[in-house]
Structure formats: C-alpha cells, structure tokens
C-alpha cells in the first residue's frame, strides 16, 4: 500500500501540515528540494499515528504515493510552482491531482489549471490560512479545483482543518482559481483589520500618551466581547512583551516600517479590475508603503505642520466601536469583491460557506464571523452585506463611535487611513442619491460623453455651447 497523499517541500508550512496528516494516521511520503532536510524532519515524525516515509528523488516520491494519488506542494510560488509542475508531470497518471497549498496569485491558479486541463491530471490552488502554528494543529482551507480532486482529497483535509464546534474549516469552495482568490481576499481583510487595530494603537499612544502595558490591557479587555478575535489576542500579546537586550516594551523598539509580501495587493488590484473598491483594504496596503519611506516621514514631520484643531480625546468605548464597524466595513467590502469575481468568473462562491470556514483556524478568525455567516443565510437585500438586518443593527450601534474617532483624529492630525476610508465607504453607500451626476455633467461638458437622465430613456447630452 502507498502513501495516502505525498508533501513536497518541507519548509515551515510543508512539514507543518505533513505532520498534522500523520498525526491524524494518513501514511505520508514526503520530498524536498534539499534533501538533507529530510531526515530531520523523519526524525520530528518518528511516533506519529501514521507512517512517514521520504525520498530524494522525485520519481521515488511519486511511486511511494498510492493511486489516484494527492500531491501537496508547499513551496514558493510563482516560477519554482511551474517547474515543478514541469518536473513532475512525467511521472503522473489520469486521476491524480496536483495541490499547490501556498499564497499563488489566483491568475496563475487558472493558467497553470488550463495548463493541466484535458491531460487527466488535476490542479487544486489551496489557500491555507493559520501561520505554522495553524498548520501543525489545525489551520482553515480553501479549496479551488475540480471535484474529482476535492473527493480525493476532502477526507484528510477536513481532518486536518481547525474545527469551530466540530465543523471543519475547510471547503471546496470553487473550481480553478477560487481558493486562492479566497485566500487571496482573506489576506486583504487581514491586512485592513490589522491596519485598523494599529491606527486605535495610535490613538492611545499619540493622542493620549499611554504606556504599550496600558494599551494592551485595553485589547487584552477586547479579547472576550465583541471583538473577540485571534488578531485582537496578538495585538495584547505584543504590546505586552518586553525586549529582553534593553528591557524596553518590544513594540517601542521595533522600526515602524511594514512589509509585504503581495496578497493585500493582488486584493485591491482584482477589486479595482471587477470595477470594485475595496478601499479599507486599498488604505491598509497604501499604509505599508508609506510606512516603508521612514526617512521622508520624519523629514516631513519636521517640515510640514498639520493644523490640529481642538479635539475631544475618544473614549475607550468609541475606539472599541470604530473597530467593530471598521471591521463590519471590511470584510463586507471583501465579501462585495468576491462576489464580484465569482459573477465573472461563474464560481458560484457560497459566501455563508466562506465565512464558516473563516471561524477557526485562519489569522482573520473572530466571533464576528459566525454572524457574518447568519448573515449571508439570511435575506441579504441587494447582495449586501452591510443590509443584513442584523448587520444594520450592528451598524447603528457602532457607527456614531466610528464617526467621533475618525472626526478627533482628523482635528489632531492623526492618520486613520483605513478607518476613515471604512467610514466614506458606509457613507457612500447609505447615500441615495449621490454626487456622480456632477461627473456625468463634467464629463459631458469636456469630452460629449453623454449621461443618462432620471426622467427619460436613453443617453443624452447637456446643453453647453
Ligand atoms: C495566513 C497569513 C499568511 C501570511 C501572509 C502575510 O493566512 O496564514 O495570511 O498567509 O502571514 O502571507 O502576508 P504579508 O507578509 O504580506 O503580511
């Protein structure tokens, strides 16, 4: 008997995930690039329910795996994926399918899954969400690929997947691209929720002084009500630590300048490409950047002056509900982008379905999420989320503290970009009638582009000279 499923590329997630399978007793065979990182990683499995064998050679890792056989990669996208696929697609057979379990761009997903299309090998883009920690224990996935490779396959990932009340977090959540789109737009709500719950930092630090201890006992607070999340837990946990070289809180000695590694924007790309914005998301990813240009700030800091105005400091009470309807606002806004693409791209996404597998497991799991998916089950009027009844309930309660927050940071000169951006969008939306009969007219008046009316039929034109 072979293996159940073949894991190549033994890098944190890979050996993460290969020894969550054979924790659960599925036979693993497992491969790297370096070869001599498999004989540790032997040696990290030795005891485990299942039986872990490994293999140098590609062609012998293959044969250890039993047919229709399941092989996950986990190794950097992009070019090393395709010649991968390259290498390996000699060796397979009709039936067997190919998972790619990193963060791929989700055009790549559909062009290497046309690729495959008609050769009787299968192609699966897998997002999995969870860091190592998700991985090794229980992380939430996202499925895009055919069904044969999902029946194949969905045994061992729903008992490797996180479980929120007994229900694995993982789904088939579409063909082609539509797990790593999934996965993709996971990444951009993370981004914005983390941008909103460093611009709260800022206010507590900036505007009224406090210690990173005291701040962290404020999320620390957050931690069991409404707001309870993994990514509010960590933010209690860093503002907490201290350096051990200087005894200093660690947050004051880390640099203020934020990396990336691309999924946030692909987010804001694809939704600017579905003529969508999601532009909490688009702030969070444009905050990276302009962090990243540490000397200019503080040149600018020196030489710009920011016309603060009197301000009333917000309460503790008004930044916890700036942050509930930021976060509302921003997984809504990325709830609209992936429906947008599933129209376009006919994936038919079940967007409940989504939001469950989000509650356990994932960097972006919260309590809000259970609500969301009730949310999507419900009537939901114009495909909306923020219309959900329960939603707008939400909303209401949250929205005045959103408003003062935004509104004091304003007069202060303390950059909300995120925040603020999540507030426009709420108010764009809640305006009937809005301002783009202004751009219509413009747009008439210098280029004759036409514009339609309220009153009648068809394009028509303004009567400028
Ligand atoms: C997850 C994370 C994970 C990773 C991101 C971080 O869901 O487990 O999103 O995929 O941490 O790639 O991305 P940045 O480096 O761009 O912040």
């Known amino acids: 008997m072979g293996a159940d499923i073949g894991v190549y590329g033994l890098g944190t997630m890979g050996s993460a995930l290969a020894l969550n399978l054979a924790e659960r007793g599925f036979a693993v065979a497992v491969s790297n690039r370096e070869p001599e990182w498999i004989d540790p990683f032997l040696k990290e499995a030795d005891g485990l329910d299942g039986a872990v064998s490994g293999h140098a050679e590609l062609s012998d890792f293959v044969a250890a795996i039993q047919a229709p056989r399941t092989i996950l990669f986990m190794i950097p996208s992009g070019k090393p994926m395709d010649a991968m696929i390259d290498a390996v697609r000699p060796l397979l057979a009709e039936g067997d399918t190919v998972i790619d379990g990193g963060n791929a761009d989700f055009n790549a997903t559909r062009a290497r899954n046309d690729a495959l299309d008609g050769t009787g090998v299968h192609f699966v883009g897998m997002g999995v969400s969870g860091g190592e920690e998700g991985a090794r224990h229980g992380p939430s996935m996202m499925v895009g690929g055919s069904d044969h490779a999902w029946s ?25 691209g539509a797990g790593h789109f999934v996965k993709t737009v996971h990444n951009g709500i993370e981004y914005a929720d983390m941008q909103m719950i460093a611009e709260v930092y800022g206010v507590k630090r900036d505007l009224a002084g406090l210690a990173p201890a005291q701040i962290g006992a404020m999320f620390e607070r957050w931690k ?6 993994y990514l509010i837990e960590i933010a209690a946990d860093v503002l907490g630590a201290v350096d051990p070289e200087t005894g200093k809180p660690m947050i004051d000695v880390i640099r203020d300048a934020a990396g990336q590694k691309g999924t946030g924007r692909w987010t804001v790309i694809e939704a600017l490409k579905l003529g969508q914005s999601a532009s909490a998301i688009e702030a969070a990813v444009g905050a990276r950047g302009w962090s990243s240009e540490k000397e200019a700030r503080v040149a600018a800091e020196a030489a710009l002056s920011p016309g603060a105005q009197e301000y009333a400091l917000p309460s503790e009470g008004d930044l916890e509900a700036a ?30 379905r989504i939001a469950e597998i989000w509650r356990a497991g994932c960097i972006i799991r919260s ?32 929205l005045p503290g959103l408003r003062r927050v935004v509104a004091a940071a304003s007069l202060a000169g303390q950059p909300m970009p995120a925040l603020s951006a999540a507030l426009a969008w709420h108010d764009s939306m809640a305006k009937g009638r809005g301002t783009a009969d202004m751009i219509q007219g413009l747009r008439d008046r210098f280029g004759a ?10 394009q028509h034109h303004g009567p400028w000279a």
Request: charged fraction near 20%; proline fraction near 5%.
């Open 224 to 229: 069991t009500g409404r707001l309870s999340s």
């Open 152 to 176: 194949q396959f969905r045994p061992m990932a729903e008992a490797i997947a996180a479980k929120f009340e007994g229900d694995p977090c993982v789904a088939h959540v579409g063909p082609d």
């Open 367 to 398: 309590a809000l999420l259970d609500q969301f998916a009730d949310a999507f089950r419900g009537a939901l009027p114009q495909g909306h989320m923020i219309l959900a009844p329960s939603m707008v309930a939400l909303l209401e309660e949250a």
């Open 449 to 458: 582009h036409g514009f339609e009316r309220v009153d009648q039929e068809g």
């Open 323 to 352: 942050m509930l309807a930021g976060r509302i606002l921003s997984h809504a806004q990325g709830f609209r982008v992936m429906t947008a693409a599933s129209d376009a791209f006919d994936w038919s996404l079940d967007m409940a």
